[in-house]
């Protein structure tokens, strides 16, 4: 009897390397190929819209008395000014009073909609440290090749990008098949208040997205040991364990949360 289930264990391991080593020679890695895109131009107009966005000092205190409206409020006619067209053809609601969501209808309403996320707000200058800036934190100036101030990575960069690139599809007549949500919130780096008034909001009015994208990583070098090549950092919480990883979870409910702990996280490197 032993000797049988022997045989029959030792047929089986036969069997799975046997579909192992031929696996191994017959399939191709399912990697998908994707050719990399040109980086887009970057217009004099676009530099001057990110210099003057930095200039906003659309500041996150611990403590919330220090809130400037002013410079939201100035943020705002500002971004009203420089995407004339995004401001025409999209619908604005202010929500939670300084967050900004705005609705760019597309033509198959069939089609469930997304949702792109960036932030206002920035951290403060911390208490002590001013003097070791060696540029103005909120001039936007370039120097050495860089354009330098609070929000430059986190996250006027994301919020501009998203609006140079609406504005320009708009200008040549694009509209997107489906819906698309742009959701600035206003105090992303205190709790983000805003971003759950607007996932309470489109949860209200039964909207479900197809995805929602909120700022990533930066591409950085020489940052983890033993790579030397420039890495992207992606972080891609699944639907699922967003929502339970969510802080607001319970309020909001929806797959618009912040600071969920990822469960993948990916490491690319350029080639
Ligand atoms: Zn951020």
């Not at 053809?89 to 792109?116: C, F, M, Q, S």
Request: charged share 20%.
């Amino acid at each position: 009897m032993i000797k049988k289930l022997f045989l029959y264990v030792l047929l089986a391991v036969v069997l799975l390397s046997a579909v192992l080593v031929i696996n191994t020679f017959t399939k191709t890695s399912a990697q998908m190929r994707v050719e990399a895109k040109p980086a887009p131009e970057i217009t004099a107009s676009a530099l001057q819209h990110f210099k003057e966005a930095l200039t906003f000092k659309t500041i996150s205190h611990g403590d919330r008395n220090q809130f400037d409206s002013a410079q939201f409020l100035g943020f705002r006619n500002f971004l009203e000014r420089a995407y004339p067209n995004f401001h025409a053809k999209t619908t604005r609601e202010i929500v939670n009073g300084y967050t900004l969501l705005y609705t760019w209808k597309g033509k198959n309403p069939a089609l469930k909609p997304i949702v792109l996320m960036a932030h206002q707000d920035v951290v403060p200058i911390e208490e002590g440290t001013e003097s070791l800036w060696t540029v103005d934190p909120f001039a936007g100036e370039i120097r050495d090749g860089f354009i330098w101030g609070r929000g430059t990575t986190d996250d006027k960069i994301n919020l501009i990008s998203l609006l140079e690139a609406a504005e320009k599809l708009m200008q040549n007549n694009f509209q997107p098949e489906q819906t698309i949500y742009f959701s600035f919130g206003h105090d992303e780096e205190v709790g983000g208040s805003g971003a759950i008034a607007v996932a309470a909001l489109l949860k209200e009015r039964g909207v479900e997205a197809e995805f929602v994208m909120d700022e990533g990583g930066i591409i950085t070098s020489n940052q983890i040991p033993g790579i030397t090549k420039p890495v992207a950092l992606w972080v891609l919480p699944k639907k699922d364990s967003c929502l339970s990883d969510c802080r607001w979870k319970r309020q909001a409910g929806t797959v618009l949360c912040q600071h969920q702990k990822p469960p993948l996280i990916f490491l690319q490197t350029q080639s």
